[in-house]
């Protein structure tokens, strides 16, 4: 009985000191001495909020980078090139595109809507002045028809400037300024809410909020292109998406530059995006009646195969299964270098970092309305893999045995996230000359640099990393551990405060 007590104390003792209370132990191999031992490393685990610690110190280095990439005066990256700006521009900006869409498939998500972009900006390119394709892709992309694709909005157009720079206006005395912008972009009403829940539940639209929270981050990006073509220039970002009292995500941007307030209203109201997927408003199979695998996903009685993925998206209408837009809410704030006003932004725009999107529960209305918002989305599929659509009466993609509608397990149907499985932080890649590794290590370095220690780089290739064994007889309880890191860090505190107090002392005497 005393040990889990024992625990408890040192993860307190943790957090008080910052300290990782869910390290990972890991046996490191020092290929230089041959010295193997078990070390413990932070879990790093930023949003999953299992790891408070971990939480607010990522949360720390995101201000800081925040803050040092939204009012740069020099371009982060010096490219020479002979290509015209704009279609730099172009050509960088797919490859961000590339990029992302590469990642969504290798999460097995879905890579349609990327693909209609990419291809989008094939054409761009091309008529931009450009031959051929940059990536000289030969993989097959699925060909929608035109009706289909996602036309850009009416939206004023301007030449692109392969700058990332805002402008920056000279006052009568001489001064410079450089003005950016936070903006705050909200998703529509689906019923009135007070304090955080529906007013009359029933009238609540929570299957229009479960879809719009699972494709909010295609919004976004939709936004971020069409922002990129209005402002004629390489606009950068960071941004964070977070909770709304009512649950709903929402997204804080800090913008480099500056656009006329109603020019940003113009392009949040003209943003939209068409999800090309199956119906998913009309149960086929349900309860005990679901479909059963026989090398493929057959119904129960007739035995006919349900369609696959593929044959779904060929067999689409000509209406998509949804549309999501932003809401009237939009938020736009000038915001000057260097001003408290930035200051106050940039912990705005943390503020909800280390907590999880379903983490800020408050009063019992507001459970109930979680609880609800959750069941909406238990039979809402996420991705073409979820096996929710065989609901629906189509295979997933991939499709294997022992899907069950219902029970899938990715992250858009948990409670903490209610529907937005992204990411919570999205940084344009221009943001800063730095990564978020780069900060990590500035950060080091400041550390080291005040003990007197030299920064040296280690060499990459001289650890070796294992993972450790479970009930491994060098890994000490937990609540060992734990005490053993507080000590370090108190070590480190007591060393950095000596010498503080060395400094401020006169050396002359
Ligand atoms: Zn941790
Ligand atoms: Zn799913």
């Known amino acids: 009985m005393a040990q889990p007590l024992a625990r408890d104390v040192a993860e307190e003792i943790a957090k008080l000191h910052g300290v990782c209370i869910r390290p990972v132990a890991l046996r490191r191999l020092d290929m230089t001495t041959g010295k193997s031992e078990v070390v413990d490393v932070p ?6 909020s299992k790891c408070p610690p971990c939480a607010k110190r990522n949360r720390q280095l995101r201000m800081a980078q925040c803050r040092e990439g939204w009012h740069l005066d020099e371009e982060p990256i010096i ?7 704009g279609q730099r521009c172009l050509v960088e900006f797919r490859a961000d595109m590339q990029a992302k869409r590469d990642t969504e498939e290798k999460a097995s998500g879905d890579t349609s809507d990327l693909d209609a972009v990419l291809t989008g900006l094939d054409i761009e390119i091309n008529e931009a002045g ?6 000289g892709r030969t993989a097959s992309k699925r060909v929608r028809s035109t009706k289909r694709r996602q036309d850009a909005p009416d939206l004023p157009k301007r030449k692109m400037d392969s700058t990332t720079l805002g402008r920056t206006f000279e006052a009568a005395d001489g001064r410079t300024y450089r003005p950016s912008l936070f903006v705050t972009l909200t998703l529509p009403s689906y019923g009135k809410v007070m304090n955080g829940a529906p007013v009359d539940p029933d009238m609540y639209d929570y299957v229009r909020a479960a879809r719009d929270a699972l494709h909010f981050s295609k919004l976004v990006d939709r936004f971020v292109q069409n922002l990129r073509r209005v402002a004629g220039y390489d606009v950068q970002y960071f941004a964070t998406v977070e909770p709304q009292k009512r649950l709903a995500p929402h997204l804080h941007m800090a913008v480099r530059g500056t656009l006329p307030r109603a020019e940003m209203k113009q392009i949040a109201a003209a943003t939209y995006h068409q999800v090309w997927w199956p119906q998913a408003d009309e149960a086929r ?3 005990d009646r679901l479909p059963i695998w026989n090398d493929g996903y057959v119904d129960p009685d007739t035995g006919e195969v349900l369609p696959t993925w593929d044959e779904a998206l060929d067999q689409l209408g000509d209406e998509p299964m949804h549309v999501i837009r932003f809401g009237d809410q939009v938020d736009v704030k000038g915001v000057l270098a260097g001003s408290p006003d930035a200051d106050q932004c940039i912990r705005y725009l943390s503020k909800y970092l280390t907590k999880s999107l379903g983490e800020t529960l408050d009063g019992q209305a507001q459970r109930e309305h979680a609880a609800r918002f959750v069941d909406a989305l238990r039979y809402e599929p996420c991705s073409p893999t979820c096996p929710n659509w065989l609901r ?3 295979q997933p993609k991939n499709a294997k045995p022992g899907m069950v509608p219902g029970c899938c397990r990715s992250k858009a149907h948990k409670p903490e996230h209610l529907g ?4 919570r932080v999205l940084v344009s890649r221009k943001w800063s000359n730095k990564t978020l590794a780069e900060h990590k290590q500035d950060r080091r370095t400041w550390v080291l640099e005040a003990l007197g220690q030299a920064d040296e780089p280690t060499d990459p290739h001289r650890y070796v990393w294992q993972p450790v064994r479970p009930g491994d007889p060098e ?3 937990i609540g060992v551990r734990l005490l053993r890191s507080i000590a370090e860090r108190q070590r480190w505190r007591a ?15």
């Open 43 to 48: 879990c790093g685990s930023p949003l999953e």
């Open 475 to 477: 890994v000490a309880p």
């Open 285 to 287: 199979f349900e309860g």
């Open 495 to 509: 060393h950095l405060r000596r010498l503080e107090e060395l400094s401020a002392t006169p050396q002359a005497a």
């Open 130 to 135: 450009m031959r051929g394709n940059v990536l």
């Open 420 to 423: 937005y499985a992204g990411r």
């Open 392 to 394: 629906y009466g189509v």
């Open 79 to 85: 490219t020479p090139d002979e290509a015209t700006d």
